[in-house]
C-alpha cells in the first residue's frame, strides 16, 4: 500500500516567512511611530506645564506689586529719599523685562533692600536693609525684584540674587494692557523635537497706579 506524505514545500516555508517579517516590519513602523507620538506630546506638556508655573509665579508678583502694609504711605515715611523714589515706581515696564517692588513672603529670611515698619494705625517709616521690628510694630521686608531674559533662561532677580525660572526661552514680552493690567508673553521652545509654544497672559493690578 502507498501514500503521499503532506507538508509544506521549501518555497512555501520561505513564502510564509517573507509574509511574517513584512507583517513584523509594519508592526514595528506603527510602535516607532506610536512611541515617538507619545514622546512628543509629553514633551509639549512638560513646555505647557512649565510656561504655566513661570507665568502664575510671575501674575502673583505682579498683584502684590505696590501693596504695603497697612497704611498710605507718605514721603515723610522715607527717611531716605532714594527709597522714595524707588517705590513711586513700583511697576517698571521694558517691554522685555518686569520690575516690580513687592513684599517678601512670610517666613523669608533672605536679604530685604528695606523694612517697613508700622503698627497698622498711625505709624509708618520705611527703612534701609532688613530691620528687626521694635515693640507694638511689625516689620515687612521689601525688596525690587525683575523677571528677564539671559541668554535663554527666564531669571528672577532680587535683592542681588538671581534664580532661573525657565530654561529653552525664545522671547519674553511684557507691555502695558489697558485699565491697569500687564500683559505677559512667553516664547518657549524644545530643542530635541523642535517644539515652539507661545503663552500669554493679562495680570490685572491690584493697587492702581499713574501709567508712565
Not at 514633551?43 to 512649565?50: K, R, T, V
Not at 501674575?59 to 522714595?84: K, N, S
Not at 523694612?115 to 521689601?142: E, N, S, W, Y
Not at 525660572?165 to 518657549?188: N, S
Request: glycine content about 8%; aromatic content about 6%; overall charge neutral.
Amino acid at each position: 500500500m502507498s501514500g503521499t506524505q503532506a507538508g509544506f514545500s521549501l518555497i512555501e516555508a520561505l513564502l510564509a516567512m517573507a509574509l511574517g517579517l513584512l507583517v513584523l516590519a509594519g508592526s514595528s513602523q506603527v510602535f516607532v511611530s506610536v512611541y515617538q507620538s507619545w514622546q512628543l506630546q509629553g514633551a509639549a506638556q512638560q513646555l505647557q506645564g512649565d510656561a504655566r508655573l513661570a507665568l502664575k509665579r510671575i501674575a502673583q508678583d505682579i498683584r502684590m506689586a505696590g501693596m504695603f502694609g497697612c497704611l498710605r504711605l507718605l514721603p515723610e515715611d522715607f527717611p531716605d529719599a532714594t527709597a522714595d523714589a524707588e517705590f513711586a515706581r513700583p511697576v517698571i515696564v521694558r517691554g522685555d523685562s518686569l520690575s516690580l517692588i513687592v513684599a517678601e513672603l512670610p517666613g523669608h529670611a533672605g536679604a530685604a533692600q528695606w523694612t517697613l515698619l508700622t503698627d497698622c494705625h498711625r505709624q509708618a517709616q520705611v527703612r534701609k536693609g532688613r530691620v528687626v521690628a521694635p515693640a507694638g510694630q511689625m516689620a515687612l521686608p521689601i525688596s525690587r525684584l525683575e523677571y528677564r531674559l539671559l541668554g535663554a533662561e527666564l531669571r528672577q532677580v532680587r535683592a542681588g540674587s538671581s534664580q532661573t525660572l525657565l530654561d529653552h526661552v525664545q522671547a519674553l514680552k511684557v507691555v502695558w494692557g489697558d485699565e491697569q493690567r500687564i500683559d505677559l508673553q512667553l516664547d518657549l521652545y524644545e530643542p530635541q523635537w523642535k517644539i515652539t509654544q507661545r503663552h500669554t497672559l493679562s495680570v490685572a493690578l491690584r493697587n492702581p497706579m499713574a501709567l508712565p
